[in-house]
């Protein structure tokens, strides 16, 4: 990026290259929507170009394009005027999804919807340090920086984001197997 800000603009694709991926997937699972994914991890990346002037070079540069990234999320959230929703069941079962037997594979396609609902149920905060830490495997240094919060923060917030998402799971499982029966 440092190269990008001095001019160096087809280093760009290089950096697109590597990063448009993991974008994609922390924007498509805050937002639950593929094309709005898309379109936003364009906006990021010409937010890149626009303010490359920002970029230091002091912190990592996935920091920092997370942190446009939240921006973007922001600006999109204000025009949609709702709030984001995650993940579609069938986009993320084809996403995890792999060759197991037709029980197993029912089993792990109920245990996903069930994750996916107790997911939903969350705040935006909650899913948001989820996923850069469990999906986007962000270290908790990267997503204080990204959030602007110290280290310890993170970890009481991921802490507490487990725990209301384990809640929320075992509570929609308890009352799927109360319908069940």
């Not at 697109?16 to 924007?27: K, N, Q, S």
């Not at 969350?122 to 948001?128: A, F, G, I």
């Not at 996923?131 to 009481?156: C, H, P, W």
């Amino acid at each position: 990026m440092l190269q990008v800000k001095a001019g160096n603009l087809d280093k760009m694709g290089l950096l697109f290259e590597r990063y448009h991926r993991p974008l994609f997937g922390f924007l498509f699972h805050m937002t639950g929507r593929t094309e709005a994914s898309e379109d936003m991890v364009q906006t990021v990346f010409y937010r890149m170009l626009k303010y490359r002037h920002t970029f230091t070079g002091e912190g990592e540069f996935r920091t920092w394009m997370y942190h446009l990234a939240r921006n973007v999320l922001a600006d999109e959230a204000k025009q949609m005027n709702r709030s984001a929703r995650y993940a579609d069941v069938t986009e993320l079962a084809e996403r995890i999804g792999g060759g197991v037997l037709a029980d197993e594979q029912l089993q792990q396609d109920q245990d996903r919807d069930l994750l996916h609902k107790a997911l939903s149920m969350l705040t935006n905060d909650q899913r948001e340090v989820l996923i850069l830490s469990r999906f986007q495997e962000l270290k908790y240094d990267e997503i204080a920086r990204v959030l602007n919060t110290t280290e310890g923060a993170i970890k009481v917030r991921v802490y507490r984001a487990m725990n209301e998402l384990r809640r929320m799971y075992l509570t929609i499982e308890t009352s799927r197997k109360a319908h069940e029966l």
